[in-house]
């Protein structure tokens, strides 16, 4: 991530200037609370993508900037809202923000920041741009929605688990890696491409988070482990342990994920699982297959170093466990 | 409003099942809340702004249809977030939909109509359609970040009050009214002069809703009489009531309002304050005020069956109490 975000230096500080200058409000709230989530920082991945597919497309004006902002203000919404969602108290290691302002805030203040993005796209001028940004909106609302409803459901297939994580992560991803082709001016063919880079990265990414969720501790990952366990979510690994499940097993899983039964000693148990069938591992594998797909789709466009920078970003995806 | 709804009947009938067609998913929760909410029905005001004004400015085509929905799908993403934010249990006299789904799908398939919203609006294809539109969201989430901060303090001035409910409420019969003439093609005098109609209207239309809030019986508004009361929102009765308090009425208000203490006792209390300085009829007379620059502005548009029509619907607004 080093490289690229070197290579992409000055366009990250200005897009950084930006989401600061374009989140202010004379309600002063706003910017406290948007601060709040934006000063946590994160690593600006989606709108690095739009950074990133500008220059390796070749584009040479400043409109990148401003969509990179959007891009992020996007996901800055789509956390707040998700926070208050899944009452998770921690965000990146911080108090997340609903737990600091409260749950109101935080809703309104992801309708704020999600409507300024939509103002900076009219200011943009491009019909395509509003095209990808508000499909892949819904598209993740849409995912959201999915998840929640196989949420506590152990008859969840990886089919839908694969739809849930294309809709709530890859979808933006995707979109975000678009978007820097299509100011570039490219063809249809090549903003497909970039379109498909990023879905895959998207996946791999979520992937990785869900298996980090049985794996990392507290203070490397900067979230809580087992919060996906506690809420009773169908990610990838539960999915794994289920599948090889013996009846004991099974029924732990039933009693936690399903009726949402919870004892001191269920976290330890659910890791064992995990660990029983290299459900971790298996993972990981999972994600290396959508890595191994981005890079192939980089390597139709030409050299350069923002081209083998992006492909170092992808291949990290799968190797932040360690 | 029934002779604006018999002049509008086929471009209303169309809405409503452009509504229903567009608010489908493959996620089947999203429409089955969304009927919930569009199926409670509501009077379709705003979208009914945007047919009424393409209409007075002459517009012969088709395109107001998909922006009316536009509209109404805006309006009811914010109804779902408000109704979690305020965590009332009744909407237009049902059960809202955060009492039958749960706040977490509330938020997320509010998110999903604004997304769908800014799709339609890419549809159709204008830039300033689109401008008004975001803008007017983020107004709109503005003014209820500044609800929220001005909850609960009495120290609240109209002034203030005036913004959150130009933002909470005015903004989007403003932005309703203006992409009406926007599509007829009018121009900017026009447009201005129908978004400030929308404005005003907005305006005396929340004025009366705050009014009804201390007054109204709860089967002929839909909603439980004192919500505003216990939230501790600071409205127009509450602050003119505080106006006039003698030292006894303070501490009631600053108890009850400020330190949100409540006995079974003071909504009674309350409403008698209320009815002692006539704040009820205060109320309604400064949204006259309003109603009165509204047809005032209309008078500029040539007559027409939807112009009196119009005026009617703007005169109607004060009289809603009877």
Redesign the interface.
Known sequence: MGRLTGLLEAELKATNEAIVARMD??????PQLAAHIVAAGGKRMRPLLTLATAKLCGYQGTRQVKLAACVEFIHT??LL?DD??DESMLRRGFASANAVFG???S???G??L???A??L??ED?S?EV??IL??A??T???G???Q??TQNDISTTEDKYFDVIRGKTAALFAAAAEVGGVIAGVGAEECAALQGFGMDLGMAFQLVDDALDYAADQTQLGKTVGDDFREGKLTYPVILALAEANEQERAFWVRTIEQSEHTEEDLATALKLIQKYDVTARTIARADQFIDSAVNILARFPQSDVRSALADVARYTTARRH
């Open positions: 409000s004379p309600v002063v709230l706003i919404a789509t809202h208050v969602v749950n109101k805030a809703v309104l203040v309708d704020f999600f409507s300024r939509f103002e796209m009219v001028g019909l509003l095209r508000s499909s909106s819904a993740i609302a849409e959201e929605v999915l929640l409803t």
